[in-house]
Structure formats: structure tokens, C-alpha cells
């Protein structure tokens, strides 16, 4: 899963472009939710959030470290 650095300046940019709905404003920072972030893997090449950033505050999670194994499983999980 990617995660969001306290350097977001809460555009709400990347809340829409989210295919699996796991970005959401946070108490002061927009937040992913890591049992729905995917890397965008399954819907597209890259992940959105991070291409449209502005200030590339978006990054892998370490505490949520993924293969693409793993990652294209969840998909699959999550439109099940
Ligand atoms: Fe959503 Fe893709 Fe960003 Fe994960 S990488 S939060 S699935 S847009
Ligand atoms: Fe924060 Fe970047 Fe999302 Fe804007 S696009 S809300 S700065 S994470």
C-alpha cells in the first residue's frame, strides 16, 4: 500500500482518482486505507494518486510493504 506524508496540503486531489475509494480526508491529512490501496495494480499502470499529487507527498508504506502478488490478490479480493 502507498501512504500519505504530513506534507499534503489537502487539495482533494487525489481522493476521485482513487479506483478502489481508499483515499479520505484524515483529522489533518488526507489518509489511504491500506487493506484497500492496491497500488492501483488490477485498474491501472501506475498508481493515480501519486501521478497527480502536486506536492508528491505519496509514497510506499513501509509498514505495508507489498508484492505485486500480493497486491493483484487483493484486487482480485476486492472485486470479488
Ligand atoms: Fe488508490 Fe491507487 Fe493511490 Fe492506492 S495507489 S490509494 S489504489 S489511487
Ligand atoms: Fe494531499 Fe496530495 Fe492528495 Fe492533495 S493530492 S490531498 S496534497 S495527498
Avoid: F, W
Avoid at 20 to 31: F, H, K, L, P, R
Wanted: include cysteine.
Amino acid at each position: 500500500a502507498l501512504i500519505i506524508s504530513d506534507d499534503c496540503i489537502n487539495c482533494d486531489v487525489c481522493e476521485p482518482e482513487c479506483p478502489n475509494g481508499a483515499i479520505s480526508q484524515g483529522d489533518e491529512i488526507y489518509v489511504i486505507n491500506p487493506s484497500l490501496c492496491t497500488e492501483c495494480i488490477g485498474h491501472h499502470d501506475k498508481p493515480q494518486c501519486m501521478e497527480v499529487c502536486p506536492v508528491d507527498c505519496i509514497d510506499k508504506d513501509p509498514d505495508h510493504a507489498e508484492d505485486k502478488d500480493s497486491l493483484y490478490r487483493k484486487y482480485l479480493k476486492l472485486t470479488a
